[in-house]
């Protein structure tokens, strides 16, 4: 699939996505897509959790989520339908809270194009899309969205990626949400990558906030190649008062075939 041809689609699809509005939620989901695939005839299980150890102390809108204390999660369920294409199914969306309560959030559905082989290549591409739907606790908006291009490169022992992120929750074009992710990794052994990844929400395309009331979040993050799963742990820091001070992410990937 040509370069050419996925971001005219993604092109496409930003344009038809623009009915939009735009609230920030908690993520079940902390991860910069590498436009790595399931091979073609593979399931995969990723599996995402994420525990904010000192967060915010008040609900993002009415009956959300306290962040503070709270773990949120996701089973991630892919299949490599080709060698540039994969579906995906996240479920169940899931948060335990600070008091204990363990809670439905929702699942979404997502659709990832990307260049064959990306991990082989020294300049690799692509596009995600999700659909999500959400429950009342964690989304104001019942239907949400997402479109993830992908953009990286392979230098030596190191990764530079960047995936420039747009939220959507179909409330019109002047809505959409500007949240990118950036991934900087050095690999040490076949085994072993560290990495530093920044993840940002920058407010709405067009009118950006102001810099002191957007989040960004950096994380410093080990990557384990094992024979049984792939792991992914990482620690973030809040780099501004709109982001919680601290988060600890586990990521865990098994090929099921």
Known sequence: MSLVRILRGSVAALLWFAHTPIACAQTDEIQVYDAAIAPPGVFNLTV???FISSGKENPGFPGS??????LNGV???????????EAGLYFP???ITRNGSVLYDGFKVRALFASPDAAKRAFFYGVNFEFSFNTGHWDEHAYTSEIRPIIGTHVGRFDFIFNPIVDNSWNGFARLE????TRVAMRVSDEYKLALEEYGDLGRLGHFLPASRQSHELFWVLD???KWASIEAGIGAGLTS???HRVFKLILTKDLR
């Not at 989520?65 to 709270?70: E, Q």
Request: charged share 10%.
């Open 75 to 85: 089973a991630e369920w892919a299949y490599g339908a080709t060698p540039w294409f």
């Open 93 to 95: 969306l899931y948060s």
């Open 242 to 244: 709109a982001a919680d």
């Open 178 to 181: 500007f949240v990118p992710a």
């Open 224 to 226: 384990l190649n094992t």
């Open 48 to 50: 995402h959790n994420n």
């Open 65 to 70: 989520i306290v962040p503070d204390k709270s």
